[in-house]
């Protein structure tokens, strides 16, 4: 069964503030692994990655993925208040187009 | 473009009585999925379509739970009859291609009572 794990499960920190968030997954026939943010409704798509070692950059968000230890992690630097909100990993594999999606980790940043 | 529409919103219905829920994707996507969220289990797939087939049930719940895509610009899904454990956000999603980043819904907050 496919399993993506993320941590930490939620987080408080303070404006400002540079954030990490791990997402570790166990699939098999790995395609894709993706990054949403999740506010009162819809998640939003952030990132996909799949390639290994190669950043996507968006703003202060950005986000890398190592397929030989299986993880990848999100990194929002100088955080806002606005960046409250749960973030969620999800990866796809080559057969079919089911997303597998982790608990997701939920981000609190405090004024 | 006006995203993927949802209806309705918000549903409250008693235990016993069908509930439908209705999903419209983007023009031209492919792929429309149907998730689940709640507390307990987070985002959980039910089902998806590929041009209006359905490629993969084995996330519905039970016999109580269907759904359908007539054509590209419409789905449902149904339970019958509905439980309070199926109180949980119904999220629908779609997708241009297989693997790509998929657009969500607003949702269906379901609740039975």
């Known amino acids: 069964e496919d399993k993506v794990v993320q941590s930490p499960l939620s987080l408080v920190v303070h404006e400002g503030d540079t954030v990490t968030l791990n997402c570790s997954y166990e699939?098999?026939?790995?395609?894709?692994l993706l990054w949403y943010k999740q506010e009162k409704k819809a998640p939003t798509f952030l990132f996909m990655l799949t390639s290994s070692g190669i950043e996507k950059k968006s703003g202060r968000l950005s986000s890398i993925l190592d397929k030989k230890e299986l993880f990848s992690i999100l990194n929002i630097t100088a955080t806002q208040t606005g960046d409250s909100a749960v973030y969620l990993c999800a990866v796809g594999v080559t057969s079919g187009s089911r997303l597998t999606f982790g608990e997701g980790t939920q981000l609190t940043v405090n004024p | 473009d006006a995203g993927v529409i949802q209806s309705p919103r918000h549903e409250v219905t008693e235990m016993g009585q069908e509930v439908t829920l209705r999903c419209k994707p983007i023009?031209?996507?492919?792929?429309l999925f149907w998730y689940r969220q709640t507390m307990m289990r987070g985002l959980e797939l039910l089902i998806y379509f590929n041009n209006n087939v359905p490629i993969d049930d084995s996330g519905m719940p039970e016999d109580r739970f269907s759904a359908k895509m007539p054509n590209a610009s419409f789905s449902t899904l149904k339970i019958q009859p509905s439980e309070p454990r199926d109180s949980a956000v119904y999220f629908c999603?779609?997708?241009?291609?297989?693997?790509?980043?998929?657009?969500f819904g607003s949702g269906t907050r379901l609740t039975v009572v």
């Open positions: 999603a779609s997708s241009p291609q297989a693997n790509y980043g998929y657009t």
């Open positions: 699939v098999t026939n790995f395609r894709s």
């Open positions: 023009s031209g996507h492919d792929y």
